[in-house]
């Protein structure tokens, strides 16, 4: 298991994720993370002494396919002090929780997904001769639009009028009827 010798210069818990991130003074790892509590009051210990001390990690790189990045994730194992004078809060600071954008690509997935459990519910609805799985696939798209292109209701007491307009990705407001999806793009005309 590799080691590293350096100080540990932080300590703190992300509330989004719960996951304790663990900071050193090291010049090639800067980060340590641990899911395991009494792992990081070790660490924090060692932060208050602020003496050197021995730190064992596990290396686990990761390949990011979205971003085509590789990422160096290590994992605090534990640690040893060369010396100890101790003192200090034995409470761990907490990051507030950051929500994080998701990826054009993955939001599409998910309303098309969403839309395809719309479609078969109201399979039933269709006419009779519009229930082929190519109707089907026509109205989980049809829906998975509807769901991406609509933006988040601005007022937080309520919904307001939500179906006024929707946003693409170049950020231009668009009312829904000026889509032109054709006649053949949804199964079934207006009631």
Known sequence: MPTIEARITGVQKDEGTGWYRIATDHDKVKRLDTKHEPKA??????????????IEYTPNPRYDETTGRTYQNNYYERAVAQSSNGGGSDEIPVTPAVSRRTNPGDAWRIS?????????????LLPADQRDLESQFRLAQWWGRKLFFTPQPENEGGFGNTASGISDFDGGEHDLDSYNYGDDDIPFGNP
């Open 41 to 54: 009051r070790e660490a924090l210990a060692l932060k208050k002494s602020g003496d050197p001390a021995v």
């Open 112 to 124: 098309l997904a969403a839309g395809a459990k719309l479609a078969v519910a109201t399979l039933p």
